[in-house]
């Protein structure tokens, strides 16, 4: 199954959940290691500028990119996210 936008924000929240659980005040997300964790990655029909939209939609306020691929979406971007 290829993954979609709503695969990718389950799985975003997932993570944030088990950080809360953890007790974490924040958790950094790398978008490759996000994609690779619910399939689709790498491959050639891979669906890493949704992930990255829907990674960056997910940013609040106190978010931050720690680091960005040169044309924005690729599976360098990492984002630190504020719980």
């Not at 924040?26 to 490759?32: A, F, H, K, N, P």
Request: glycine share 8%.
């Amino acid at each position: 199954m290829t993954p979609n936008a709503q695969t990718f924000r389950k799985a975003l929240e997932t993570i944030f959940s088990d950080a809360r659980e953890r007790g974490q005040e924040y958790v950094d997300v790398v978008s490759g290691e996000l994609h690779a964790k619910i399939g689709g990655y790498p491959s050639s029909n891979h669906r890493m500028p949704t992930c990255c939209s829907v990674m960056r939609q997910h940013m609040k306020a106190a978010d931050m990119e720690l680091s960005a691929p040169p044309k924005g979406k690729g599976a360098e971007l990492r984002i630190r996210y504020y719980l």
